[in-house]
């Protein structure tokens, strides 16, 4: 089993970027397709990102395309989250998942069963 700790949440302006990283221990970070998740205050968790075992490809949701960027190192056992030109409605809590999935990419949060606690990023207006 994996282990997944998010951090490089904060408190930033719209317009400004941040970096989250998500270390894996326990299990190569290597086995599993990744994902970024987000759940804002009083609505849904929906998935952000996702890259597949070898980086090769990503997803995106329509929010943050050409904005965010996923990627991972995996001799590391660390995944990213790379956000630029954060906008208030990007304020939420992010965490980053593994999938044991075989699919290559899966992009629905009940495909991944191990989940970090979760790093806070607010963007203020």
């Known amino acids: 089993q994996v282990q997944l700790v998010e951090s490089g949440g904060g408190l930033v302006q719209a317009g400004d970027s941040l970096r989250l990283s998500c270390a894996a221990s326990g299990r190569s970070l290597g086995l599993y397709p990744m994902g970024w998740f987000r759940r804002a205050p009083g609505q849904d968790r929906e998935v952000v990102a996702a890259?597949?075992?070898?980086?090769?490809?990503?997803y995106y949701a329509d929010s943050v395309k050409g904005r965010f960027t996923i990627s991972r190192d995996n001799a590391k056992n660390t995944a990213y989250l790379q956000m630029n030109n954060l906008k208030s409605e990007d304020t939420a809590v992010y965490f980053c998942?593994?999938?044991?999935?075989?699919?290559?990419?899966?992009?629905?949060?009940?495909?991944?069963?191990?989940w970090g606690q979760g790093t806070q990023v607010t963007v203020s207006s």
């Open positions: 890259i597949s075992r070898s980086g090769g490809s990503t």
């Open positions: 998942a593994a999938s044991p999935s075989l699919r290559s990419l899966p992009v629905v949060a009940d495909d991944y069963p191990y």
